[in-house]
């Protein structure tokens, strides 16, 4: 069910309808037209799709002088929520006055759920974010209605995603995911990022950023308001960003488009689509291992100058870059069928191309492709140094389609399904070097590739991952007792299959997964007025296995196997929450006490391998993780101040010992076990806190974040692990009065790091034991030092901005 469906529907909703559709929209709780200074009855968070009920709750919609903003609990890092769940947002009133190179991910970091690391303080690499102990692999991305993550390994890439200016609202759902929502990589929970609207009146936003490490950026939105009386309004933007790492040689730069188009109707139908494009290329840091750490700390970095062809000019920075370009669109429709009875359709298109680059050092005569060894492919007088970069194509298409009934005055029934079709092809091409430049002659390894003796291109990686994925799903949203009983209760049945397809000799060609996951879930609130309400939820969510986790790989310059795929189960967890709500006058808080058991633990092992940077899915077993989330802030106080914390306690256990392999007293290597049961889960801090205070005249603005985040192991055996530490952001700005076609322009701060400290501020790569050790039957299992992020030192960041 596509456009065309939406379109024709929609056109055969005749206006004589429209009087009587608008009566009963209002009916049901929709509030419609809404000006400055009005009452509207806010509608109740509806269980996945299904039609929003009316709430008791008041919500005053006004205007604030300069920005229509400055209302929001907590400086706009609380938000009121009735759903029966634990859900943390933050709000277009906190973004505005973050720097406006942050991405989806930074904005989530005064979240009490979320440890969110930073590659770079301009958010123009990926970083990585755990929530409650689970990775960002585990935990489902969705932008408008359409899924982000990597469908290989459940991966995101949140430089990748939009401009902050275009960033409306981020949700995290900790433990979580929707009825309807479309991932596949959400045993952990699920994030909704949503880009802002067209605005109804004509005009736009510029603004020019610089700071530190020749930081600069310019960004410009249009808006087309409402087109005549057709109903339609659109906006598109463009963003150019530009930085020089803050250690090490290199940069990183990115232009970045939107477009946002939606058509509205007179009886509440809508339509539109929602584009994405971005193009980067990033040099690459190179995270330094534990043993790098204590001995060169911050200066592990690659080289800034070429050395020459061995091991040491394998490290040039120019060899290790990360570019990659996509776009990602949606086309989300809603149809008002009747009052009773309405549609949902988003189809949905992904398309991404791109590597991270690494290189090494190759003799002609110990070249192997697969277990065949090669003659004739590189030059004939000994060493060559080459690009590896490990390259992908990936492009996704999709369509979730919802049916939405009213069934009586107690019962809201959904119903839907989920297809997807992605074709993900993951390959290593062997690439040409200009031996005594270092120059490589192509970073995107799609030209400048050694040939073999049959001519086609050296890949010493060649794979084709097929997914498909098809999801039913029905749920029914109850309400009782003058709707002071509010009953949430769903079922989905997730199909996935992957089939993997290996070009690479001396390797299993073709490997299937199939997996059918029954998900249940369940959600019970009780308002008891209209400042307290309690809630309780259970829930059922997975997570595929990494599909390079099906592909037997072999080393380029032994031709022996040095990865041996195979088909694992699926992650699947079980998570209960109850929870308490208060929203006052004043204040607004909320707790929620959570326990999860996990079956299946995928855990992600990031790797270099041949200097370029890989992941791989490693089945940890069983894991148990209880803890509590607190969230506190208020509306504006007196002096327009808004104070906002945040507190969580998290007990991650692994339920399991992890099979190893070690060597016995007689030299013999063999299957033995870590003794890893009971240990503390990595990524996992006991305790993490978070202050903020915003201040907002309507003029003068000014806010402060501190994080505290504590201990955190980056090894399964505890046996290695990140010191505690605080991280600090303040910003602050004036807007002024509006001076000819420049509406209300802005000039803004945002200082990060402000005691320059250094130390490790997240895991890169865990491993399951730092250092040998001996295994529950006698073996000597060898260890591995995990790597690192380094927190970026003091940033500054100025930003002139004026609306038109």
Same mark, same amino acid.
């Not at 010191?723 to 509006?738: K, M």
């Given at each position: 069910?596509?456009?065309?469906?939406?379109?024709?529907?929609?056109?055969?909703?005749?206006?004589?309808?429209?009087?009587?559709?608008?009566?009963?929209?209002?009916?049901?709780?929709?509030?419609? #037209?809404? =000006?400055?200074?009005?009452?509207?009855?806010?509608?109740?968070?509806?269980?996945?799709?299904?039609?929003?009920?009316?709430?008791?709750?008041?919500?005053?919609?006004?205007?604030?002088?300069?920005?229509?903003?400055?209302?929001?609990?907590?400086?706009?890092?609380?938000?009121?929520?009735?759903?029966?769940?634990?859900?943390?947002? +933050?709000?277009?009133?906190?973004?505005?006055?973050?720097?406006?190179?942050?991405?989806?991910?930074?904005?989530?970091?005064?979240?009490?759920?979320? !440890?969110?690391?930073?590659?770079?303080?301009?958010?123009? *690499?990926?970083?990585?974010?755990?929530?409650?102990?689970?990775?960002?692999?585990?935990?489902?991305?969705?932008?408008?209605?359409?899924?982000?993550?990597?469908?290989?390994?459940?991966?995101?890439?949140?430089?990748?995603?939009?401009?902050?200016?275009?960033?409306?609202?981020?949700?995290?759902?900790?433990?979580?995911?929707?009825?309807?929502?479309?991932?596949?990589?959400?045993?952990?929970?699920?994030?909704?990022?949503?880009?802002?609207?067209?605005?109804?009146?004509?005009?736009?936003?510029?603004?020019?950023?610089?700071?530190?490490?020749?930081? /600069?950026?310019?960004?410009?939105?249009?808006?087309?308001?409402?087109?005549?009386?057709?109903? +339609?309004?659109?906006?598109?933007?463009?963003?150019?960003?530009?930085?020089?790492?803050?250690?090490? %040689?290199? =940069?990183?730069?990115?232009?970045?488009?939107?477009?946002?188009?939606?058509?509205?109707?007179?009886?509440?139908?809508?339509?539109?689509?929602?584009?994405?494009?971005? &193009? @980067?290329?990033?040099?690459?840091?190179?995270?330094?291992?534990?043993?790098?750490? !204590?001995?060169?700390?911050?200066?592990?970095?690659?080289?800034?100058?070429?050395?020459?062809?061995?091991?040491?000019?394998? @490290?040039?920075?120019?060899?290790?870059? $990360?570019?990659?370009?996509?776009?990602?669109?949606?086309?989300?429709?809603?149809?008002?069928?009747?009052?009773?009875?309405?549609?949902? &359709?988003?189809?949905?298109?992904?398309?991404?191309?791109? !590597?991270?680059?690494?290189?090494?050092?190759?003799?002609?005569?110990?070249?192997?492709?697969?277990?065949? /060894?090669?003659?004739?492919?590189? %030059?004939?007088?000994?060493?060559?140094?080459?690009?590896?970069?490990? #390259?992908?194509?990936?492009?996704?298409?999709?369509?979730?389609? /919802?049916?939405?009934?009213?069934?009586?005055?107690? =019962?809201?029934?959904?119903?839907?399904?989920?297809?997807?079709?992605?074709?993900?092809?993951?390959?290593?091409?062997?690439?040409?070097?200009?031996?005594?430049?270092?120059? %490589?002659?192509?970073?995107?390894?799609?030209?400048?590739?050694?040939?073999?003796?049959?001519? @086609?291109?050296?890949?010493?990686?060649?794979?084709?991952?097929?997914?498909?994925?098809?999801?039913?799903?029905?749920?029914?949203?109850?309400?009782?007792?003058?709707?002071?009983?509010?009953?949430?209760?769903?079922?989905?049945?997730?199909?996935?299959?992957?089939?993997?397809?290996?070009?690479?000799?001396?390797?299993?060609?073709?490997?299937?997964?199939?997996?059918?996951?029954?998900?249940?879930?369940?959600?019970?609130?009780? *308002?008891?007025?209209?400042?307290? *309400?309690?809630?309780?939820?259970?829930?059922?969510?997975?997570?595929?296995?990494?599909?390079?986790?099906?592909?037997?790989?072999?080393?380029?310059?032994?031709?022996?196997?040095?990865?041996?795929?195979?088909?694992?189960?699926?992650?699947?967890?079980?998570?209960?929450?109850?929870?308490?709500?208060?929203?006052?006058?004043?204040?607004?808080?909320?707790?929620?006490?959570?326990?999860?058991?996990?079956?299946?633990?995928?855990?992600?092992?990031?790797?270099?391998?041949?200097?370029?940077?890989?992941?791989?899915?490693?089945?940890?077993?069983?894991?148990?993780?209880?803890?509590?989330?607190?969230?506190?802030?208020?509306?504006?106080? /007196?002096?327009?101040?808004?104070?906002?914390?945040?507190?969580?306690?998290?007990?991650?256990?692994?339920?399991?010992?992890?099979?190893?392999?070690?060597?016995?007293?007689?030299?013999?290597?063999?299957?033995?076990?870590?003794?890893?049961?009971?240990?503390?889960?990595?990524?996992?801090?006991?305790?993490?806190?978070?202050?903020?205070?915003?201040?907002? &005249?309507?003029?003068?603005?000014?806010?402060?974040?501190?994080?505290? +985040?504590?201990?955190?192991?980056?090894?399964?055996? $505890?046996?290695?692990?990140?010191? *505690?530490?605080?991280? &600090?952001?303040?910003?602050?700005?004036?807007?002024?009065?509006?001076?000819?076609?420049?509406?209300?322009?802005?000039?803004?701060?945002?200082?990060?790091?402000?005691?320059?400290?250094?130390?490790?501020?997240?895991?890169?790569?865990?491993?399951? $034991?730092? #250092?040998?050790?001996?295994?529950?039957?006698?073996?000597?299992?060898?260890?591995?030092?995990?790597?690192?992020?380094?927190?970026?030192?003091?940033?500054?960041?100025?930003?002139?901005?004026?609306?038109?």
């Amino acid at each position: 069910m596509t456009s065309l469906l939406a379109c024709s529907l929609l056109s055969g909703i005749g206006t004589n309808d429209a009087l009587a559709r608008t009566l009963g929209n209002t009916a049901t709780g929709k509030a419609k #037209n809404l =000006h400055p200074g009005k009452l509207a009855t806010k509608t109740t968070p509806p269980m996945d799709g299904v039609a929003p009920v009316s709430a008791p709750e008041v919500i005053h919609v006004s205007s604030s002088h300069a920005t229509g903003q400055r209302e929001q609990p907590g400086g706009g890092l609380l938000r009121v929520e009735t759903a029966p769940k634990a859900i943390q947002t +933050v709000s277009r009133d906190f973004i505005s006055k973050q720097s406006p190179t942050t991405n989806v991910e930074q904005v989530l970091k005064m979240m009490p759920s979320a !440890n969110v690391n930073d590659q770079d303080p301009f958010g123009l *690499q990926s970083g990585s974010m755990s929530v409650r102990g689970l990775n960002q692999t585990e935990i489902g991305w969705t932008l408008d209605g359409m899924p982000m993550n990597d469908i290989g390994g459940g991966a995101f890439y949140a430089n990748e995603v939009l401009e902050a200016e275009d960033l409306e609202s981020v949700s995290l759902q900790p433990g979580s995911v929707n009825l309807d929502s479309p991932v596949i990589s959400a045993a952990g929970g699920l994030v909704s990022a949503t880009m802002s609207n067209p605005t109804h009146k004509r005009g736009g936003l510029f603004d020019a950023t610089f700071g530190s490490f020749g930081m /600069k950026r310019e960004f410009i939105r249009y808006n087309s308001g409402d087109i005549g009386n057709t109903g +339609v309004r659109a906006m598109f933007s463009f963003g150019h960003t530009y930085a020089d790492h803050w250690r090490g %040689p290199g =940069h990183d730069e990115k232009f970045h488009y939107d477009l946002k188009v939606r058509k509205d109707f007179s009886n509440g139908s809508n339509t539109g689509i929602t584009i994405s494009y971005n &193009d @980067q290329i990033n040099d690459s840091y190179l995270n330094p291992n534990y043993t790098q750490y !204590n001995t060169t700390g911050y200066d592990t970095n690659y080289l800034s100058n070429y050395t020459g062809v061995n091991s040491q000019g394998a @490290q040039y920075y120019k060899l290790h870059a $990360n570019p990659f370009r996509n776009i990602i669109a949606s086309a989300p429709t809603h149809i008002e069928v009747t009052p009773r009875f309405s549609i949902d &359709d988003t189809a949905y298109f992904w398309f991404g191309q791109g !590597n991270g680059t690494g290189a090494s050092v190759l003799n002609a005569n110990q070249t192997y492709y697969g277990d065949q /060894k090669l003659s004739g492919v590189l %030059p004939s007088d000994g060493s060559t140094l080459v690009l590896t970069p490990s #390259n992908q194509e990936q492009i996704r298409s999709g369509n979730t389609l /919802k049916f939405n009934y009213r069934l009586g005055s107690h =019962h809201h029934i959904t119903a839907g399904y989920w297809y997807e079709y992605a074709n993900l092809e993951q390959f290593s091409p062997v690439g040409m070097v200009n031996q005594a430049t270092g120059q %490589p002659s192509n970073i995107w390894g799609t030209s400048g590739v050694y040939k073999m003796p049959n001519g @086609q291109n050296y890949d010493y990686r060649n794979f084709l991952n097929l997914s498909q994925v098809n999801m039913l799903f029905v749920g029914d949203s109850m309400d009782y007792f003058n709707k002071r009983l509010h009953i949430d209760v769903g079922f989905k049945e997730a199909m996935v299959t992957r089939r993997v397809y290996n070009d690479i000799p001396g390797t299993t060609y073709n490997r299937n997964l199939h997996s059918a996951e029954p998900l249940p879930q369940l959600g019970i609130s009780w *308002q008891f007025n209209k400042q307290h *309400q309690i809630y309780i939820m259970g829930a059922t969510n997975f997570k595929m296995p990494s599909n390079t986790s099906l592909v037997d790989q072999r080393n380029n310059t032994t031709g022996a196997i040095s990865q041996m795929g195979g088909a694992s189960n699926p992650e699947y967890s079980i998570s209960e929450e109850i929870g308490y709500r208060y929203n006052g006058p004043l204040i607004i808080g909320s707790i929620s006490f959570f326990n999860y058991n996990f079956t299946n633990r995928q855990l992600t092992v990031d790797y270099y391998l041949n200097g370029a940077s890989y992941s791989q899915s490693v089945n940890a077993g069983g894991q148990t993780s209880r803890g509590v989330d607190i969230q506190i802030g208020t509306r504006p106080l /007196k002096y327009h101040l808004r104070p906002y914390a945040s507190f969580e306690y998290l007990d991650a256990r692994i339920d399991n010992n992890l099979r190893a392999v070690g060597t016995y007293a007689n030299g013999v290597q063999g299957t033995d076990y870590l003794a890893t049961k009971g240990k503390t889960q990595v990524e996992s801090p006991k305790v993490q806190a978070a202050l903020g205070l915003d201040y907002d &005249d309507g003029h003068f603005f000014a806010g402060a974040q501190i994080k505290y +985040v504590g201990k955190q192991y980056s090894t399964m055996m $505890n046996d290695n692990s990140i010191p *505690q530490f605080i991280t &600090d952001n303040i910003n602050f700005g004036y807007r002024f009065r509006t001076i000819g076609f420049m509406q209300t322009p802005k000039i803004q701060v945002n200082l990060s790091n402000l005691t320059n400290a250094r130390f490790r501020s997240g895991v890169y790569t865990m491993q399951t $034991n730092a #250092n040998a050790t001996t295994g529950v039957n006698g073996s000597t299992i060898k260890g591995s030092s995990p790597a690192y992020y380094l927190q970026a030192p003091f940033t500054g960041v100025v930003t002139i901005s004026t609306n038109f």
